[in-house]
């Protein structure tokens, strides 16, 4: 996805969301398997023949069952979560505060806090207000859901109640076939030419 973003700056709502849906899903049965991914990046999203994502290098995952913290601090600056910075253990909603910066940068082309700065963007991470430009044209649903899924207070972040199902019950998310969706029959259309085998559809 990296590449592909790299290409065309911004994807629009519709195509970010059918990604967003889909790692989503992997997310999801990590997290049913008792798995904290840590690493969610566009570089770990590779695309199929079709434009179907997959999830890759589960290099920094591990098991944390239900009451458990993890303290270790790592992943991608970009993405780290705040309690992930604060230091005192993170559970999977660190992964839900990936998702959505990785959800915000496909739609806005950089991640909502990026700054070359590192302790700065450290900081805005903490402390910093989620902004939207208004070059880009975003549904009230989606600025919904990147405000719930970007709550600094994990008690309050989507996902917090019922993990993966929350994210599912938003009607950013709730108005694709899951059940497609995870048989890999929903299809997008693509506005850039990025897939090998002329295969956009």
């Avoid at 604060?86 to 999977?92: L, Q």
């Avoid at 590192?118 to 990147?146: A, C, N, R, W, Y």
């Avoid at 600094?152 to 019950?169: Q, T």
Wanted: net charge neutral; charged share 30%.
């Amino acid at each position: 996805l990296f590449q592909h973003l790299s290409n065309t700056k911004r994807f629009p709502e519709k195509q970010a969301r059918f990604y967003t849906d889909q790692i989503a899903l992997a997310l999801c049965h990590l997290h049913s398997k008792d798995f904290i991914y840590r690493d969610l990046k566009l570089e770990n999203d590779l695309m199929d023949d079709y434009g179907n994502v997959s999830l890759t290098d589960y290099g920094m995952a591990r098991v944390i069952r239900e009451g458990e913290l993890a303290n270790t601090f790592c992943g991608t600056p970009e993405y780290l979560a705040p309690e992930v910075l604060a230091g005192g253990g993170y559970d999977k909603l660190a992964d839900w505060w990936s998702l959505g910066i990785l959800a915000y940068e496909m739609m806005f082309g950089l991640p909502p806090f990026y700054n070359k700065s590192q302790s700065t963007m450290f900081k805005l991470i903490k402390e910093g207000e989620l902004k939207f430009s208004e070059k880009v044209s975003l549904s009230p649903e989606g600025k919904d859901f990147l405000t719930k899924i970007l709550s600094k207070n994990p008690k309050d972040r989507l996902g917090c109640k019922k993990d993966f199902e929350d994210l599912f019950e938003h009607p950013w998310l709730k108005s694709i076939d899951r059940e497609k969706l995870i048989k890999k029959e929903v299809r997008i259309s693509l506005k850039y030419s990025c897939l090998p085998h002329s295969n956009q559809r």
